[in-house]
């Protein structure tokens, strides 16, 4: 059920002044601001660049304000996080100038009291408020912005607020040439973990009481936000059920619904990030979201891309095809028994070339690149 608007209000609350003093800014500080999402890749981007920027410039505080609802993987990171509801979770009535006011409110208060140096957003669109509130105070201010690969009208209303930041960094899309605008600065995929963060796959097969001489296969459509997963999952489950030699492994997202599908002799990981365990997947089956899709390449998880076709902005499809070209996964939309035990067996009998393939595919991590780069322009 939707919350009234005085319920979220409460969620969000007011600026606590008395928590507010325990907290000493050093007029150091940079904000990260991570719009919601479909799913959590304006966050985690931000996260993956906030954790190696505290590593490189001890002494600054970072500070988060959200409209994500996964705003306690902030807390969990060690790092001061605000939240302010999306407007989408409002009730009706409340019009888009009014939560923009809202949202100028908690964050003027927030900028003040911490006064930034900087200012780092990720989303598709900077919010009037955001706009308004960060014109206040004299700080640079840096827009992570990865563009879709559709292009509509928001794409230009986009191009116009790109004049308020002095620096515009956009992520790369893996295997994807297109020509760069000058006026930006572009990076390789950032990716949230380094791979000596990755888990230990016999720990997690004895932890997970998988048999002997099994194939772990990890199944993670997406949040199932923007499109209905719960069939796919099941035909997959059905299907693979049939191999013997194969545990099922599904991914849960944090910030979906639970999934309604048979859970007998499967495993349900709803954890963050599912990156930790991809030591221990023989195979994936997986939507090609940004994120997920290179994190999988990066980490050489042999991978068969279900993409999703309703996205406004992502070309799903288009970038599971880039993998296909460079021979480091496949793509199954017609789930069929027979089309999904085909690309469970080509996959499974050429795991090593599609693992190194999928990891030249996206050799480096720009998260570093990104974190030096905030650090050089801090002072």
Partial sequence: M?????????????????????????????????????????????????????????????????????????????????????????DSHVTASRWNNLFLKQLSDILKYHNPQMLVFDGTFPYLGLIQSMNQLDLKKIWIKREGSKVNDSDKRGKEKEKFFDFVITPREAGLSTSEDTGRIYCNPIIYLEKSELLDRSQLL?????????????????????????????????????????????GESIIGKKLKIPKNNVMILRDY????????????????????????????????????????????????MRAVQANAGMILENLTPESINNAVEISLNNRDPLSKNAMSLVPDNGADSVAQFIAAHCH
């Fill in 2 to 90: 939707r919350q009234s608007f005085e319920e979220l209000l409460e969620s969000a609350g007011p600026i606590d002044v008395k928590a507010l003093r325990t907290i000493k800014p050093n007029g150091r500080g940079i904000i990260f601001i991570p719009t919601n999402g479909a799913g959590l890749g304006h966050l985690t981007r931000l996260l993956a660049i906030a954790k190696r920027l505290k590593k490189r410039i001890l002494d600054t505080e970072i500070i988060f304000f959200t409209t994500s609802l996964a705003k306690h993987l902030i807390i969990q990171e060690g790092f001061i996080g605000y939240y302010f509801p999306t407007k989408t979770l409002f």
């Fill in 206 to 250: 004895k932890q997970w009481k998988v048999p002997e001489n099994s194939k772990v296969v990890y199944i993670q459509l997406g949040a199932g936000n923007i499109n209905n997963i719960t069939n796919d999952i099941t035909v997959l489950i059905q299907n693979l059920k049939q191999r013997k030699e194969i545990f099922i492994v599904i």
């Fill in 273 to 320: 990030p599912n990156s930790q365990f991809f030591k221990a997947f023989d195979l994936a089956i997986c939507a090609s979201g940004y994120n997920s899709f290179h994190e999988l390449m990066h980490f050489g998880v042999p991978s068969i891309f279900i993409p999703n076709r309703e996205t406004i902005k992502d070309d799903q499809f288009g970038r599971a």
